[in-house]
């Protein structure tokens, strides 16, 4: 049976990537932009659809379409930086609607559907920063800690219809995120030395992160599962780190993701 697929952010990056690898696996697909009919070298097999989820009005004009979608990747997002003192409320309110109330939305107009035909995979694309916070991102860290406290709790709400949500959590990933990232920090910023040091290991970490196709490749591992896990973590040592964290100090792991911001703690 073809499946229905719909990934969000799917013009450049992680989104692309899943959006062909899951055409490559068979499913009919989605995939949006806030301008599908700019979206470079578009992936063939993929139908672009619009979406702005900073607008209520885009989202609810999805319904239609996410009735009948078997997965639903969560992918679009906005990466914010800033000192915690200094971020702007309405930066704040915007990040939120983005990278939280939109894809809580967006899953609770497909899940109806999927119950009822008892098969659906939700999958939330958080951060490995959600579960290794670090400064200068509070506000991006609380999104994605957000999101997949969505997921972690409604997750057995749902999974005796055979509907699974999931959480991916990458690491640093070779997107070019960086160019697209959100800053905000005053211009006479007591913060600004370390917050400045604090951005550029992030850029340097992106810019030498792992291929966005080896994170497609994890969602589909995620999609394929009969039980999917409550997290699925790749890229930046994953396997390594999340071990450590299990039998570390939290005060070691705290250190240990600052220093890897050119950060001591
Ligand atoms: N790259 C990393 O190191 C990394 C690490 C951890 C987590 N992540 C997460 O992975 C996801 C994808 O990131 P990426 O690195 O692939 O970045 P990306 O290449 O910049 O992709 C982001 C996608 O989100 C869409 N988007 C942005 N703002 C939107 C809005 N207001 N409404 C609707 N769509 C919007 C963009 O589509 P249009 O511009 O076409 O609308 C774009 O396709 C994000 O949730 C990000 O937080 C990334």
Do not use: C
């Amino acid at each position: 049976m073809e499946r229905t697929a719909l990934v969000t952010g799917a013009s450049s990056g992680i989104g692309r990537a899943t959006a062909e690898a899951l055409v490559a696996a068979g499913y009919r697909v989605y995939g949006t932009s806030r301008k599908p009919a700019a979206v470079q070298a578009p992936v063939a097999g993929v139908e672009y659809l619009p979406l702005e989820l900073e607008s209520e009005e885009s989202i609810e004009g999805l319904a239609g379409t996410l009735e009948s979608v078997d997965v639903l990747v969560n992918n679009a997002g906005e990466s914010q930086s800033g000192p915690f003192e200094e971020l702007p409320g309405d930066a704040l309110r915007r990040l939120f609607q983005i990278n939280v109330f939109g894809p809580v939305r967006l899953a609770q107009l497909a899940l109806p559907g999927m119950r009822e035909r008892g098969y659906g995979r939700v999958v939330m694309v958080g951060s490995m920063l959600a579960s290794f916070p670090l400064a200068y991102r509070s506000s991006y860290v609380a999104s994605k800690a957000a999101i997949k406290g969505f997921s972690n709790a409604a997750r057995h709400e749902l999974s005796p219809y055979g509907v699974w949500l999931t959480t991916v959590e990458p690491g640093s990933i070779a997107t070019g995120l960086s160019e697209r990232r959100t800053v905000y920090a005053n211009p006479d910023s007591p913060h600004r030395r370390r917050f400045e040091t604090m951005l550029a290991a992030l850029d340097r970490n992106e810019r030498a992160g792992t291929p966005p196709e080896r994170v497609a490749r994890t969602i589909l591992t995620a999609i394929a599962a009969t039980r999917p896990r409550q997290r699925y973590a790749v890229g930046s040592n994953a396997p390594l780190v999340f071990a450590l964290r299990r039998v570390a100090p939290v005060g070691l792991a705290e250190r240990l993701t600052h220093r890897k911001h050119n950060l001591s703690i």
